[in-house]
């Protein structure tokens, strides 16, 4: 009766207190999407995604001029890694006729994205966790891999596997990662990881990277954010 119980507390709580993609999944839909349920949250939403966007663009300006334009994008895939509400999935499907893929496990953010963006043209959303979809997708073709820090939400395991796949894609694929980083310091705590540029180069080692100083703050600890890379080998 008593290893019963004990099984059944130590259950509880490793699943209380450990992170997993699931978990993670359920806190981060608490807290971005679970108050869009009437029009005016809607409205709210919309609001907040022009911001979002708008500081996205003023950040990234030169990466898009220099090295995003259409004719450099032309036979990549673009996808959206961690696509949330679809904010970016909407630029990208606006401004290139490539196909875009929007990997977003959750359902909740999808189903907002679809009411403020109705209609996106050559547009593909994958509702699963990353490192499931990636393994499916054609990834033998060039790619674009965007994500908006949503890789400094989720463990080291389901990290990897993203990176892996991405470092593994073929040569003249390109990534732009609004993902924080430092120079040496790391952060592990529960969605909320700061990694510092040993990690990210290490594990994107068949790209070129550009690391970008923009910085940031939040929980009382300091970093930056931004980089882009070329597959180069």
């Not at 490793?14 to 993609?21: A, H």
């Not at 003023?58 to 090295?67: A, G, M, P, R, T």
């Not at 904010?87 to 403020?116: M, Q, R």
């Not at 990881?193 to 790209?207: D, Q």
Request: aromatic share 14%; charged share 25%.
């Amino acid at each position: 009766m008593f290893s019963y119980l004990f099984k059944i507390i130590k259950k509880f709580k490793r699943s209380f207190y450990l992170q997993n993609k699931n978990t993670s999944l359920k806190e981060h839909d608490l807290k971005n999407y679970s108050k869009v349920n009437n029009d005016q949250e809607l409205e709210l939403e919309k609001n907040k995604h022009v911001i979002i966007l708008d500081n996205f663009l003023k950040k990234y300006n030169s990466v898009i001029e220099n090295n995003l334009k259409q004719k450099l994008l032309n036979n990549h895939l673009i996808i959206d890694i961690g696509a949330g509400s679809l904010i970016h999935t909407n630029y990208f499907c606006e401004h290139y006729s490539n196909i875009v893929y929007s990997i977003e496990p959750s359902k909740k953010a999808v189903d907002i994205g679809k009411k403020i963006y109705s209609n996106l043209k050559n547009n593909i959303i994958i509702n699963d966790f990353a490192e499931d979809a990636l393994k499916n997708l054609p990834l033998q073709q060039k790619c674009f891999f965007y994500t908006g820090h949503v890789l400094s939400h989720l463990t080291e395991k389901s990290t990897l596997k993203i990176l892996k796949f991405i470092n593994n894609s073929p040569k003249g694929s390109m990534l732009l990662f609004d993902e924080i980083w430092s120079y040496k310091s790391v952060v592990k705590n529960k969605l909320f990881y700061v990694r510092n540029k040993e990690f990210w180069i290490n594990h994107l080692s068949n790209f070129d990277i550009d690391f970008y100083e923009f910085e940031s703050k939040a929980h009382d600890v300091s970093f930056f954010k931004g980089f882009f890379g070329k597959k180069l080998r």
